[in-house]
């Protein structure tokens, strides 16, 4: 009985989650935006700077001639800064004696959900990416990846990992993927461990952003939804073992806002 309790939750999991961004798809952009303050744009710049970050282990380095995942990545948000960052240290290489590989550099935008890769899409012509043949939009499941073992260099996933049914199965595709030496970064909300902070947080969320999900993009239960799911994913200690179980090692993580958000960080060694 148990297990085809679990079956029906985590189908029903899935099936929320599809109606949530199918539904959130047009209004995303705006009520990140103001349900982050604009800070989600900070934390996403931050994802790619902890990745330049030359004494931390969790160093994505991007370079041209890289391969990268993007999962969740239906907003291109974080695609479009690994290719800005390859772009910079293309032209910097230009400048010197290194050859430019930019060519061969490849970033896959892999999203569940039609909807979200539309916006990313748009996104990109809007941004003059309409030319580079080195995005590439598929559909796909965290879960079940098409892509080959061991041909990435990078996989990072941007407020993704929360909404897969099987988080575990998510890790061990992206560690599948990864080639030796690739790098696992997950930007995610998290867990708030500062009293008063906590307190006014869970305000915050439970009331505040159900009401503006009500009033801006007519969706209260997506919000709703939303606010919840950060609840049951697991904190941040609990989610780098996670992450160490599906194989990566020097796990390590970053909190962002005192654990409102977190980053964490892996190698497939
Ligand atoms: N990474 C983007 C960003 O930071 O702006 C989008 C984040 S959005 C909150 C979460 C995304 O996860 C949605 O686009 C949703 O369609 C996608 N998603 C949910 N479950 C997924 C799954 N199992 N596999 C791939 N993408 C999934």
């Known amino acids: 009985l148990s297990s085809g309790y679990k079956q029906v939750r985590e189908e029903e999991k899935s099936r929320l989650v599809g109606n949530v961004f199918s539904s959130v798809a047009s209004s995303y952009d705006l009520m990140n935006d103001l349900m982050s303050v604009g800070l989600h744009r900070l934390w996403k710049d931050r994802l790619l700077l902890l990745a ?13 001639g890289m391969k990268h995942l993007d999962v969740a990545g239906g ?30 550099t490849h970033i896959y935008v892999c ?66 993927v990864l080639k030796r030496g ?17 307190q006014i947080y869970d305000v915050y969320s439970f009331s505040v952003v159900p009401t503006m999900g009500e009033l801006i ?14 609840r049951r994913f697991p904190n941040q200690e609990k989610f780098a073992q996670m992450i160490q179980e599906a194989g990566f090692e020097r796990v390590e993580y970053e909190n ?12 497939k060694l």
């Open 111 to 176: 999203d569940i959900n039609p909807n979200m890769l539309n916006v990313g899409k748009k996104r990109a012509t809007e941004r003059g990416y309409n030319d580079e043949h080195c995005l590439s939009w598929i559909q796909g499941d965290a879960e079940a990846l098409s892509f080959e073992d061991g041909s990435m260099d990078g996989y990072t996933i941007a407020f993704g990992i929360r909404n897969v049914t099987h988080i575990e199965k998510a890790l061990s595709e992206a560690y599948r």
């Open 52 to 64: 330049l970050t030359v004494s931390l282990v969790s160093k994505l380095n991007p370079f041209p």
């Open 182 to 198: 690739g790098r696992f970064l997950c930007l995610e909300l998290s867990h708030v461990d500062v009293p008063v902070f906590k």
């Open 256 to 267: 962002l806002v005192g654990g409102v958000v977190a980053i964490h960080s892996g190698l």
């Open 217 to 230: 993009a007519g969706d209260r239960q997506s919000y709703q939804y939303l606010v919840e799911s950060i």
């Open 75 to 104: 907003t291109g948000d974080v695609a479009f800064r690994v290719l800005e960052r390859v772009k910079s240290v293309g032209h910097r290489a230009m400048q010197g004696t290194l050859t430019d590989s930019e060519e061969d």
